[in-house]
């Protein structure tokens, strides 16, 4: 079959490979629709997973079940289906412990495009199909759909991280598409302003339509002193970091309330270690917690984030600004998120 892979670091190309083995578990699944995502530019451009050669790049994608193994229970061939980025191996400890996104080791349940090929094949394998795969509901858009794989569970994680209140003030640093669904996390569980940090139009407008009260652009000044501004010098009870540079943690710290939380879900590549400074920091006493995490994988949480899409709590289709259709246009859609044009929130590619 065929994929568009990594070649090496900084290197991608069509390539050739077998068809995958479909173990007892498991699923191979021919893709619908098909999303780049910003990790994907990381692991190829930035070389974040280390050298990978010859590795079908794609963790987002929803498709059709071409085959299952003997002991699949729910799925057949045929059945569309959404498949999380992350897709944990259930019995693992980790799991057992509540940490199934870290099965087999730190972000380990992180398999398509990291230790195995990833979705942007003629068929890809899903491990544990019946708890690593959801139904596409009938009355949802594929392209609509493929938002459920990373960007709304990662978005929405960081709220959960943050622990966000009922009347909480929240700044969410960074309103790419993964800041753009904690925005509306944020709004979902209650926060009663919500700071979105960005600079680009696009997002800023999403970013207001999801529920953002204020836009702070970072390019124009210190956004601890905007938010301080904005906040009668008192700061906000939460933050959100999904964009920036290791920078980002110190800011978060210098804004929050004492007894705030950080929610991390932003992909740190560069800049060797955060610091923290120890006054506004309350010298180590000022409660405020920094909480970090990968995306929770699975079906369940799959159903229940489509639920909060079919019934109209969030949608995810604002996200996506350009759509492609044919197989072949993966290279182009790779490139369009490597490049990231102003007018690009999310690009989604549709096999038909
Ligand atoms: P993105 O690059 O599209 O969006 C990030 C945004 O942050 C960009 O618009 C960028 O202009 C902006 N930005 C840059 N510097 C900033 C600064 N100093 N302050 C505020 N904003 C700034 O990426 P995305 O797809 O939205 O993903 C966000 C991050 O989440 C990435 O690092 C990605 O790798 C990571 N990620 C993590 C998980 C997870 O499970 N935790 C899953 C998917 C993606
Ligand atoms: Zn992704």
């Given at each position: 079959m065929k994929g568009f892979a990594m070649l090496g670091i900084g290197k991608t190309g069509w390539i050739e490979k077998d068809k995958p083995v479909c173990g007892p578990l498991d699923a191979l699944v021919k893709p619908i629709a098909v999303s780049p995502c910003t990790s994907d530019?990381?692991?190829?451009?930035?070389?974040?997973?280390?050298?990978?050669?010859?590795?079908?790049?794609?963790?987002?994608?929803?498709?059709?079940?071409?085959?299952?193994?003997?002991?699949?229970?729910?799925?057949?061939?045929?059945?569309?289906?959404?498949?999380?980025?992350?897709?944990?191996?259930?019995?693992?400890?980790?799991?057992?412990?509540?940490?199934?996104?870290?099965?087999?080791?730190?972000?380990?349940?992180?398999?398509?495009?990291?230790?195995?090929?990833?979705?942007?094949?003629?068929?890809?394998?899903?491990?544990?199909?019946?708890?690593?795969?959801?139904?596409?509901?009938?009355?949802?858009?594929?392209?609509?759909?493929?938002?459920?794989?990373?960007?709304?569970?990662?978005?929405?994680?960081?709220?959960?991280?943050?622990?966000?209140?009922?009347?909480?003030?929240?700044?969410?640093?960074?309103?790419?598409?993964?800041g753009l669904m904690s925005v509306a996390g944020a709004v979902l569980r209650g926060a009663s302003s919500v700071y979105a940090v960005?600079?680009?139009?696009?997002?800023?407008?999403?970013?207001?339509?999801?529920?953002?009260?204020?836009?702070?652009?970072?390019?124009?000044?210190?956004?601890?002193?905007?938010?301080?501004?904005?906040?009668?010098?008192?700061?906000?009870?939460?933050?959100?970091?999904?964009?920036?540079?290791?920078e980002t943690v110190e800011q978060a710290v210098r804004m929050l309330k004492p007894g705030g939380r950080i929610g991390n879900v932003n992909y740190f590549g560069e800049g060797g270690a955060i610091s923290v400074s120890l006054a506004p920091w309350g010298n180590g006493m000022a409660h405020k917690l920094i909480a970090g995490g990968l995306m929770p994988g699975g079906r369940l949480r799959a159903e229940k984030l489509a639920s909060l899409i079919t019934n109209g709590r969030i949608d995810p289709s604002k996200l996506v600004t350009h759509v492609f259709h044919g197989f072949d246009k993966i290279p182009e859609a790779l490139e369009l998120m490597h490049n990231k044009p102003s007018d690009l929130i999310k690009p989604v590619v549709l096999m038909d």
């Open positions: 530019i990381h692991t190829v451009w930035e070389g974040a997973l280390g050298e990978r050669h010859d590795m079908i790049l794609g963790h987002e994608s929803v498709g059709e079940v071409a085959e299952v193994g003997s002991l699949v229970k729910d799925f057949k061939p045929g059945d569309r289906v959404v498949v999380t980025a992350i897709t944990p191996d259930w019995g693992s400890l980790e799991a057992q412990g509540g940490y199934a996104m870290h099965s087999g080791g730190m972000l380990s349940g992180w398999k398509f495009s990291n230790f195995k090929d990833g979705v942007f094949g003629e068929y890809y394998h899903v491990n544990e199909a019946d708890a690593n795969m959801a139904l596409l509901p009938s009355n949802l858009a594929p392209e609509t759909a493929v938002m459920l794989c990373d960007m709304m569970p990662t978005g929405l994680h960081g709220a959960e991280l943050a622990e966000i209140k009922f009347g909480d003030t929240v700044c969410v640093i960074g309103i790419g598409p993964v960005g600079s680009r139009p696009v997002c800023a407008k999403v970013a207001k339509e999801y529920g953002a009260t204020d836009i702070i652009n970072y390019k124009e000044g210190d956004i601890v002193e905007q938010i301080f501004e904005k906040t009668d010098g008192k700061g906000v009870d939460r933050v959100i970091i999904a964009g920036g540079g290791v």
